[in-house]
């Protein structure tokens, strides 16, 4: 997002949300429904500072309540906000910059912060590049078969028009992959590297899905 411009323009301790199975990248867009306590107290206190949230997977072990967290996030800005007659919140995230954590710090909140570090990831700060070698006609061979297998449907006009980054990033965040894969394509340090693991997961995921007894969502 153009008001962060480099790695030092965020700062070193955020809030985090901790969602297994969810996956923002940089540039992408994250809509949420809060209505735990406690992230109702997060929302409250980002919008009166710099409506920073990190999102983050878990890492097993760790207490119940409290479970490791993934090495690797992304930090998103609230760039939609409403609030329900129910009181729960309609936000959306966009996200910034993925961080690696380097401490998850005793805060007084009941939500939980770390300590972020962004530099490893200033690429995520630059405008997006063109993707070397793309074969889009291959690439949407792929998909088509992934979805089929697994009977799933997209708005085909949206996809033939998107460009390259946007079409990878919104596939790789929207399409139900494990915890585990997303994690996978977070971590790819740049987008020549998502774009691989994505294809490598449509091709494993429709071969995998010929022996399903029915459609699988994993």
Sequence with gaps: ???????????????????????LLPGGV???????????????????????IGM?????????????LAHV??????????ETGDGKYLIALTGVCRFEVLSELAAPTPYRQVRAAFAPFQIDLLPDGEV??????????VLRR???RRQLGVEWEVIDAAPAAALI?????????????KQALLEAPDLASRLQTLCTLLEMGGLLAEDDDGPSLN
Excluded: W
């Excluded at 996030?73 to 409403?82: E, M």
């Excluded at 070397?132 to 061979?141: G, I, P, S, V, W």
């Excluded at 990033?169 to 894969?181: D, K």
């Design 1 to 23: 997002m153009s008001v962060y411009r480099k790695t030092s323009d965020l700062p070193s301790v955020i809030a985090v949300f901790p969602l297994n199975g969810a996956l």
């Design 30 to 52: 994250m809509p949420l429904q809060i209505f735990e306590p406690r992230y109702l107290n997060m929302i409250d206190d980002v919008m009166r500072g710099d409506r920073l």
């Design 56 to 68: 983050i997977q878990t890492a097993p072990g760790g207490p119940r309540h409290t479970p490791h």
């Design 73 to 82: 996030g992304c930090v998103g800005r609230i760039t939609s906000y409403s």
């Design 132 to 141: 070397e070698a793309f074969d889009r006609k291959a690439f949407l061979a």
């Design 146 to 148: 992934y979805l089929e």
């Design 169 to 181: 990033s919104s596939l790789a965040m929207a399409l139900p992959f494990s915890a585990a894969e």
